[in-house]
Structures are given as structure tokens and as C-alpha cells.
């Protein structure tokens, strides 16, 4: 290292920029650095003319994932490194007690947003296919291909959670401890909210056909979809539920022929939530949500800021 971290941060984003590795744990001898203290503790013990820090790459366990998925993970991750090398250099952060200023916390989770929206955009069309091959055919497979993409999109959003830390040189800790801070500020809020997974998938082009009427259609389409499926299994679980969003979405693919991520962009395009031209669409989700609700395990319902009720 150029020169000796001062504290854990300072270390952490040090190792990043010397190694290009992005999860890992640092050792000093048998003993793990975890903590500005445990550094400092480290250079106390030490009775070296060289202090010697170990560094340790971690892999998530991609057992879970078949082999498609775990390719596609490994290209996220070479995606990524290759997006962070090129914005290495960043502008020190604010810490104080173990907090980020409000500036830099909004920075930091318009970055974390940034790139989980590229890698999720090209990965949710690929999953989409998958899903389009078995859709009304083999019920059981369609299902867990859906659990697939859902445990591949945490594993996303939570790798670039942590990455996006590393390179700014601060501790997932430092993220959240900040988020709890300052969630109270409305730009920290609407920040947030746009890293949920149906926000990040509104990156890409929209289809000259799909217009704003086009739009009205598909939704009103949907909302009947949901509601005669409702109605067909009344003893559906909150598992059930989750899954009836990708069934809804592979619905209209089939028969509008438009992708998830079409939808998301058009609907982020034609503000849903706030134009009085979806009024009656609003009142159509809205109904399905609270139809819904039962079958949710106690959990809120979902505002209509996605594709349908579910995003």
C-alpha cells in the first residue's frame, strides 16, 4: 500500500483500488480485521518493520443457480468490475460517527442504482425467454425458474450493494446506518424506492408501438388477467402471489408481445402514478391490490409504480 490506512474505510477502499477485488475480508495474521479498532489494534501488536495485511476474495454460493444462471452472474460481475474500474477515482465521503452526509449517501445509492440497473435490465429478457419456453406447459418448472430469477435479482441487488460500499470505501454497515439517518428526507427516500427491482428494469428503449393507449390496453388486459386467475385459485399462498407477477408478465408477452422491461420502461415514460389520464387504470390496480391482500400474509399491498400491482 502507497501509504498506511488510517482507519477501516481508508483500508477497505485502499484494497480496492490496489487489487480490484470487490468482496473480500482482510486478515492480519490470524486475525480479522473487521473495525477501525481491530486495525489499530493490528498496528499496536505489530513488532514488524512490515505490516502484512492478507486479503481473501469471497464468491457467493452460486449452488443454488443452474448452470445458465451462474453464467450469467459471472458476466454481471465481469460487467461490473469493468464499470468500476472506469470510475475508480471518486471524491472522498463525509463520515461522521458512523454516517454518511445526506449528499454523499445520495451519491453513493445513485451509483448502487446505476449499475444494478444495467446488470438487471440484460439479465431479466434473458430470464424471460426461459420463462416464455415453459409458460402454460410445465407448471412445476415454470415455478422454479421464477424462484431462480428471484434468488439471481437478491443476489444482484445485494452484490451491488456491497461492491458499490467497497468502492467508495465505506462498510455496508456505514450504508445502512446512514439510510436509517436520513430516510426521513424526501430525495434519500424517492432514491431508495428507485433501487427496488421493478424500478431498476425501466432502463432501456420503448417500442414505437407501444403507445399510451397501446399501454391502457395491456394494463386493462392484465388486471383481468389477475382477476379471473384471483377467482380460478381462491387457497393461493404469498409464495403464490409472487409468482402470479412473472405469470402476469409472461401473459402479456404472450399475447401483446411486449418484454417486462418494455412495460417498465413505458410505464416510468407515461407516469402512471401521477397523470389523470390513468385514473381509471389507478382504480383498476388498485382493486386487484386490495383483492389481493388477503392471500399476502399480513404483508402491505403494493403500489401500482410497476408492471401491474406487483412492482
Avoid at 477502499?13 to 489499530?40: C, H, M, P, Q, Y
Avoid at 486479503?55 to 450469467?72: I, K
Avoid at 383498476?284 to 389481493?292: D, F, R, Y
Wanted: glycine share 4%; net charge negative.
Amino acid at each position: 500500500m502507497p501509504t498506511p490506512p488510517l482507519n477501516y474505510e481508508e483500508l477497505l477502499k485502499t484494497v480496492n483500488k490496489e487489487t480490484g477485488v470487490f468482496n473480500f475480508r482482510v486478515r492480519v495474521g490470524e486475525a480479522e480485521i473487521t473495525s477501525s479498532r481491530d486495525l489499530i489494534v493490528a498496528y499496536l501488536n505489530s513488532r514488524e518493520d512490515r505490516l502484512t495485511f492478507v486479503v481473501e476474495e469471497l464468491a457467493l454460493d452460486l449452488a443454488g443457480l443452474n448452470p445458465a444462471s451462474q453464467m450469467m452472474y459471472q458476466s454481471m460481475m465481469d460487467k461490473f468490475k469493468q464499470l468500476t474500474t472506469e470510475e475508480r477515482d471518486q471524491e472522498p465521503l463525509n463520515v461522521q460517527d458512523g454516517v454518511l452526509s445526506k449528499e454523499d449517501l445520495h451519491r453513493v445509492i445513485l451509483t448502487m442504482t446505476d449499475h444494478a440497473r444495467h446488470l438487471l435490465s440484460d439479465n431479466s429478457g434473458k430470464f424471460q425467454e426461459r420463462r416464455q419456453e415453459i409458460y402454460g406447459r410445465d407448471e412445476e418448472k415454470y415455478r422454479e425458474v421464477v424462484m431462480e430469477q428471484l434468488q439471481f435479482q437478491e443476489m444482484l441487488v445485494l452484490t451491488s450493494t456491497v461492491d458499490v460500499c467497497t468502492q467508495f470505501g465505506i462498510t455496508p454497515d456505514i450504508f445502512d446506518m446512514s439510510c436509517a439517518r436520513h430516510v426521513s428526507d424526501p430525495a434519500i427516500r424517492k432514491a431508495l424506492e428507485e433501487m427496488a427491482v421493478e424500478s431498476l428494469q425501466s432502463l432501456g428503449d420503448l417500442p414505437p408501438a407501444l403507445t399510451k393507449e397501446e399501454l391502457k390496453r395491456v394494463l386493462i388486459y392484465s388486471c383481468g388477467f389477475i382477476n379471473r386467475y384471483v377467482d380460478e385459485h381462491l387457497d393461493m399462498s404469498p409464495v403464490d402471489v409472487i409468482v402470479l407477477k412473472m405469470r402476469e408478465s409472461d401473459e402479456v408477452m404472450k399475447q401483446f408481445g411486449y418484454t417486462e422491461v418494455q412495460i417498465s420502461v413505458a410505464l416510468n415514460e407515461y407516469n402512471l402514478e401521477t397523470d389523470p389520464y390513468w385514473e381509471d387504470v389507478r382504480r383498476l390496480l388498485g382493486e386487484v391490490t386490495q383483492k389481493l391482500f388477503k392471500f399476502q400474509g399480513g404483508y402491505p399491498p403494493m403500489s401500482p409504480n410497476g408492471m401491474s400491482f406487483m412492482q
